[in-house]
Structure formats: C-alpha cells, structure tokens
C-alpha cells in the first residue's frame, strides 16, 4: 500500500510555536500532498511536492520531501490558534492515498 | 465558484433502508472520487471516475455499495440495505486530470444507520 503514516497522531502546542508533522510511506510516488481538516469539515489542500522537488513554501507552511527515506514533513511555523485541525499526508501513485493524520492542537 | 457540492449534509435512517447521497462536482473537472471516513478506518477511497467512467472500484466494500456518474455534473453513492457499520461521514472530491492531482473535497455527508 502507498498509504502514508503520520507521526505524532496527536500534538499540542502554545501559539507561536513551531509545529512538526512527519508522514512516511513505502512505495515510490508521483508526488506527496499534505491536506488540513477542521473539525466537521471536508479536507483542504495545503500544498503539493512532486518527487523531483525537496523543499517546498507556501506562507507559514515549508514541506520537505527525502525520497531515499521515504519520508515528508511539515512545518507550521508561529502557529496560531486557528491553526489547529487535523493535517493529512496524500501519497500520489495511481491514485491519491491519505494517512491516518495528525491531531493538532494550538493553545492560545 | 461554488465548490464540490455534496447533499444531504446529514442523513439519520434506519437499518435496511436505502440511502442515496450526491456530490456536485466542480465545474471543468473530469474526476470525482467517493471517500468514506471513520475514527477506526480513516480516509479510505471507494470509487473514482474519470470522464464519468469508473475506473477503480475496488474500495467500494461489498455489493450493497454501488456509484454512478450518469454526467460530468452529478454523482451519486448508493447504499441497499445500508447496516449500522456503514455509518460514517462520506466525502466527494474532484480534481483536474487522473488520480495524481490537487482534490478539492466537499463539505462531506455525515450517515448514521441506526
């Protein structure tokens, strides 16, 4: 399966700090997405990394993707309460396959 | 635009019923995928389309699952005779190209089979 694993399954944080989320896969992919979910809603695409590319930004967000380990991470840096939901790694073969995610929580 | 569009945005029925629910995809995109979500299970993929032709089917669960895609503006995921165990929230996604690219997800469906 190319499903990907998310480690921690659960973090919590004070606002301002930084937030660590690491998602490791088995297979080789096409690209690697990390998604958010707040609660009760449906899943939002934060930012995609293709298999040629290592690092990726967009505003607070920076992705990194080492495909000799099979491994991605997202940083949420100065986290705010807002930022807290739950954060999802997409792995891209033939299909898009989600992990089980990573709980975030941000205390104000 | 109005996004992935999917009704009833709740659904409470009982054990034996037929449930249908329907996803609105995005304008201009030419795949749609059913996704179902559970505590236990996760995100778990169950049908998905292009050009409104299933191509993989192979995480709808059994023979009471069934999908349709009659145009490129309408799906729908079908269960008969739905079972408490089905209960879970039920999402529709659509994308620009295969299966590869950025999903934009609807507001999900939310099932409980009692």
């Known amino acids: ?108 | 635009d109005a996004g992935v569009i999917q009704s009833p945005r709740h659904e409470v029925t009982e054990m034996g019923q037929e449930v249908t629910l329907r996803c609105k995809p995005i304008s201009g995109h030419n795949s749609l995928f059913w996704y179902r979500q559970t505590m236990m299970r996760g995100l778990e993929l169950l049908i998905y389309f292009n050009n409104n032709v299933p191509i993989d089917d192979s995480g709808m669960p059994e023979d009471r699952f069934s999908a349709k895609m009659p145009n490129a503006s309408f799906s729908t995921l079908k269960i008969q005779p739905s079972e408490p165990r089905d209960s879970a929230v039920y999402f529709c996604a659509s994308s620009l190209g295969t299966g590869g690219e950025k999903l934009f997800f609807g507001s999900g469906t939310q099932l409980s089979v009692l």
């Open chain 1, 1 to 108: 399966s190319q499903q990907g694993e998310e480690d921690p399954q659960a973090l919590s944080i004070q606002e301002g700090e930084n937030a660590t989320m690491n998602c490791s896969y088995k297979t080789s992919i096409n690209n690697l997405q990390w998604y958010r979910q707040n609660s009760g809603r449906g899943l939002v695409h934060l930012i995609l990394i293709r298999s040629n590319e290592r690092e990726k930004h967009s505003g607070r967000l920076r992705v990194t993707l080492d495909t000799s380990k099979k491994s991605s991470s997202l940083l949420i840096t100065a986290s705010r309460a807002a930022d807290t939901a739950s954060y999802f790694c997409a792995i891209a073969g033939n299909m898009l396959t989600f992990g089980g995610g990573t709980r975030l929580m941000v205390k104000p």
